[in-house]
């Protein structure tokens, strides 16, 4: 039970990451025997009875309404990822469906021609698409030089999660990689709220459990995140840490289930040139736009 999007742990994690005081709830009498919120506090901070909220915690809340969901991410305090994941998660255990991974094959992600023949006409921004578990199915000139080279690898190891995590070069390539790490695997468990069913979010996310203890580690936390924009920096081999603005977009239909993953630098700046300078040397030596599927 690999991409495990449960209820259960989620809400205990939410309640866990409050601070009683800080919402203004009584110290109570006694010595917390858990961190963060007890149930009935979650349960009077979302309005509910306290056995209403245990069953839900618990899965057994059966079709929980809406107004009830948006009560209790009020009451926890949810981002609107988080509260999208609780949307999701509540879906799924009221409808008892299993969340092993399942057996066969998943029809291949495919980025539309038309999609292709915008980013390869974006002039000095990097871009990425990627699809379901982070799995990196188009880029242009620049996006195929900015921190890893999906050109040279096969096509079931373009994943943008697999690199960061089992890859030395590539964690070294990243000066703040604990953070793009943790970014990393918040962004897979919102995946896991929205594509339960995914054969290959499972199996990414199965050999990541396996193979990276950090990875694992970071999973447990339940972080539900979908950062949309900041700065990322990245140290390449010849010209040194650059530092790239970026905007993540999940895209309109009917490519809903694909991200688009933009850099640009600042104007004038050294990393402006020195993308300038990448963009050159991948021309003069012919390397081209690239596309793949898992």
Excluded at 41 to 57: C, D, F, W
Excluded at 92 to 113: F, I, K, N, S, Y
């Amino acid at each position: 039970m690999h991409a495990e999007p449960e209820i259960n742990a989620f809400l205990k994690a939410r309640r866990a990451a409050l601070d009683p005081a800080g919402l203004g709830l009584p110290p109570g009498g006694t010595r917390r025997r858990v961190r963060g919120l007890r149930r009935d506090e979650a349960a009077h901070l979302a309005g509910i009875s306290v056995e209403y909220y245990t069953r839900i915690e618990q899965g057994r809340g059966g079709n929980v309404s809406p107004e009830v969901l948006d009560s209790l991410a009020r009451g926890l305090r949810l981002t609107a990822a988080e509260h999208e994941y609780l949307r999701n998660v509540a879906h799924r255990a009221a409808h008892a469906a299993t969340t092993r991974c399942q057996v066969g094959e998943e029809a291949p992600q495919v980025v539309r021609p038309g999609l292709r023949v915008m980013i390869d006409a974006m002039d000095g921004v990097a871009a990425v698409v990627y699809g379901r578990a982070m799995d990196v199915l188009a880029w242009n000139r620049l996006g195929g030089l900015i921190g890893c080279d999906f050109a040279r690898l096969p096509p079931g190891e373009r994943n943008i999660a697999k690199q960061m995590f089992l890859r030395a070069d590539v964690e070294a390539s990243h000066p703040e990689v604990a953070q793009v790490r943790r970014e990393i695997v918040a962004v897979l468990r919102a995946e896991a709220g929205r594509f339960p069913d995914s054969v290959r979010l499972c199996h990414v996310v199965g050999e990541l459990l396996e193979s990276s203890p950090e990875f694992a580690r970071l999973w447990e936390s339940q972080e539900v995140e979908e950062k949309t924009y900041g700065v990322k920096r990245v140290i390449d081999p010849r010209h040194g840490l650059l530092e790239l603005q970026f905007q993540a977009m999940r895209l309109p239909p009917p490519d809903d289930e694909l991200t688009l993953l933009l850099y640009a630098a600042e104007p004038d700046s050294p990393t402006r040139k020195a993308l300038r300078a990448l963009s050159a040397d991948a021309e003069e030596h012919g390397a081209l736009p690239a596309t793949g599927t898992p």
